[in-house]
Every structure is written in C-alpha cells, then in structure tokens.
C-alpha cells in the first residue's frame, strides 16, 4: 500500500519561503513521476512541478524561478523549496506518485497516489 504525506505547509507574508515535504511509504517502483499539485479555493488543481526517476524536471511557468523541485531517494522523499512566495500561491498542495515517466503521465495528470495535502497560505 502506497501512502504519500505532505508536509511543511503553513502561512508566510509575501517574499517568504516554505519548503514543503511529501515521505513516501511502500513506493517500491524502480521507474516513476513525482509530482507537486495545488488547488486553491473555486480553482481547478494545477500541477506546480514534476521529477521523474531519471531526473527530469518541469514546472509551471507560474512558479519557474522561484520553486524547486528535489528528490532525496535514500529518504524516500519529495521536496519543493517555495521562494518569493506570491498571495496567488495560496492553495492546498498535494504531491502525488506515478510508476509511469512524467511524459506519460503528465498528458492526463492521473497519478495513480496521491497525498491528502498541506495548506500553505501566503498574505501581502
């Protein structure tokens, strides 16, 4: 059974930074995409950032330059460092798991796991 928890979320004042963390548990698949999602309020989920098992990495132009994406495999873990956070940037933020390639994956976004989410508030 594979679980995704999220956290590291919380409330900053615009130009703060957050570093978010997801911990896999019972992820065993050699191939994968990561990924980083939010939703904020009366909004669809957007997809924020992508890592895959060969270490290629995408991001939304709304977040390019200011969020990392980053992999620590020995942790079984995701993070997404969040700079010169933005009040647009308030959402839930969700990672999600896939056995297949982001290529794959992101034609659809239907990751197979997805994490319940931290919410991280940005005020001006």
């Known amino acids: 059974q594979v679980q995704l928890v999220e956290s590291g979320g919380g409330s900053v004042q615009s130009g703060g930074s957050l570093r978010l963390s997801c911990a896999a548990f019972g992820y065993t698949y050699t191939s994968y995409c990561l990924g980083w999602f939010r939703q904020a309020p009366g909004k669809e989920r957007e997809g924020v950032a992508a890592?895959?098992?060969?270490?290629?990495?995408s991001y939304a132009d709304s977040v390019k330059g200011r969020f990392t994406i980053s992999q620590d495999n020995a942790k079984n873990r995701l993070y997404l460092q969040m700079n010169s956070l933005k009040p647009e940037d308030t959402a839930m933020y969700y990672c999600?798991?896939?056995?297949?390639?982001?290529?794959?994956?992101?034609?659809?976004?239907?990751?197979?796991?997805w994490g319940q989410g931290t919410q991280v508030t940005v005020s001006s």
């Open positions: 999600a798991a896939d056995p297949r390639f982001c290529a794959v994956v992101a034609a659809t976004n239907d990751f197979g796991y």
């Open positions: 890592i895959d098992s060969d270490d290629s990495i």
